[in-house]
């Protein structure tokens, strides 16, 4: 198993462009996370998906799309970049969500550097 | 809205000796689990320990284990023996029945030789 892939590691992009960060994962979970994380700073959650078709925000969505179409991937879309998305991100997946179950691991990918200038 | 706070940025501990980082959390929530994620210079997230509230027993993972006080909130990670390789980030982290993760700012620990 691959795990978590993430592509592109860095991207630098100019105000007002938009790109999709894509987030693969190989492992059949049906969790998916979207996090950002700001220099000097712990991660917080951008979007989350449930299952294919789900998504629901997180804690800090505003500049940020993502779709769920299968339960393998789980792109993040960035519309109008702003300096204020300077960041890296990070893809993660677990396979349950019950509470009293013992698989509530969130598996990271790598991360991508995202530059907005 | 559920918060976790780490108090301590930057922390340093000599080689082989114990150190205990500190993390305190917020919410109303009964059930929740907590987590010790460690972050080295390659970015990698990596998963140190978690802990069910539901649990009295304080989890245990080798040279780690954590003091969970669940009425005062607390879940602190203690690292026996320590190693070079301990060196980087720790996040505690929160996750309740809504998939509301939280993490805390994180605490930068550098094992000394």
């Known amino acids: 198993n691959a795990g978590v892939t993430q592509t592109p590691k860095f991207r630098i992009l100019k105000i007002g462009q938009s790109m999709t960060l894509q987030c693969t994962q190989d492992m059949n979970h049906n969790y998916m996370y979207w996090y950002r994380q700001d220099p000097g700073m712990g991660l917080k959650l951008i979007y989350y998906s449930v299952g294919a078709g789900i998504t629901d925000k997180g804690e800090v969505p505003n500049g940020y799309n993502v779709s769920r179409s299968t339960t393998e991937d789980f792109p993040l879309r960035l519309e109008l970049a702003a300096p204020s998305q300077t960041s890296v991100y990070f893809c993660a997946s677990t396979m349950d969500r019950y509470l009293f179950s013992s698989y509530n691991e969130q598996f990271f990918g790598p991360g991508t550097r995202l530059t907005v200038l | 809205a559920q918060t976790v706070t780490q108090s301590q940025p930057e922390m340093s501990v000599q080689e082989a000796e114990t150190v205990t980082l500190s993390c305190t959390y917020d919410?109303?929530?009964?059930?929740?689990?907590l987590f010790w994620y460690k972050q080295p210079p390659s970015r990698q997230m990596i998963l140190v320990i978690r802990q069910e509230a539901y649990k009295q027993q304080n989890a245990t993972e080798n040279r780690f284990s954590v003091n969970f006080q669940k009425a005062a909130k607390s879940f602190s990670l203690k690292i026996s023996d320590s190693q070079l390789g301990d060196t980087a980030m720790y996040f505690c982290a929160f996750i309740n029945n809504n998939n509301d993760m939280r993490f805390g700012a994180g605490t930068r620990l550098t094992v000394k030789p």
């Open positions: 919410t109303s929530e009964n059930n929740y689990y």
